[in-house]
């Protein structure tokens, strides 16, 4: 079992920046995928990005150049930088482990249900 918990969400102008963090926890979660996915209000969640077990990260093309995806050190702490925020980045955002260490990316897109621990999610809004 993974336990996830997102924080840093909030209230921001557009052109403001904001980092979300995951507290993670559990067993073999070192060895997982972990990644921030978002959903905007009346559409379907959507990836954002990923960090595999050896550290590689992929941004889905909506999300590169002004998204950046961490980990501490022990891996205990997911981190989501946004910079540049803009209106169309509001949503819910959620951070998510799947038991696969390589992140199941097909294409450009990633297989949701191979992600198989979710946190709450973390509320972006951004006013413009």
């Not at 924080?7 to 979300?20: C, E, M, N, P």
Request: glycine share 12%; with cysteine.
């Amino acid at each position: 079992q993974v336990q996830l918990g997102e924080s840093g969400g909030g209230s921001v102008q557009a052109g403001g920046s904001l980092r979300l963090s995951c507290a993670v926890s559990g067993d073999n979660y070192k060895n997982y995928c972990m990644g921030w996915f978002r959903q905007a209000p009346g559409k379907e969640r959507e990836e954002v990005a990923t960090v595999d077990s050896a550290g590689r990260t992929r941004y889905a093309e909506s999300a590169k150049g002004r998204f950046t995806i961490s980990q501490d050190n022990a891996k205990s702490t997911l981190y989501l930088q946004i910079d540049s925020l803009k209106a169309e980045d509001s949503g819910t955002y959620y951070c998510a482990a799947s038991s696969y260490p390589r992140c199941p990316w097909i294409g450009y897109s990633l297989v949701q249900n191979l992600f198989g621990y979710w946190g709450q999610g973390t509320q972006v809004t951004v006013s413009s």
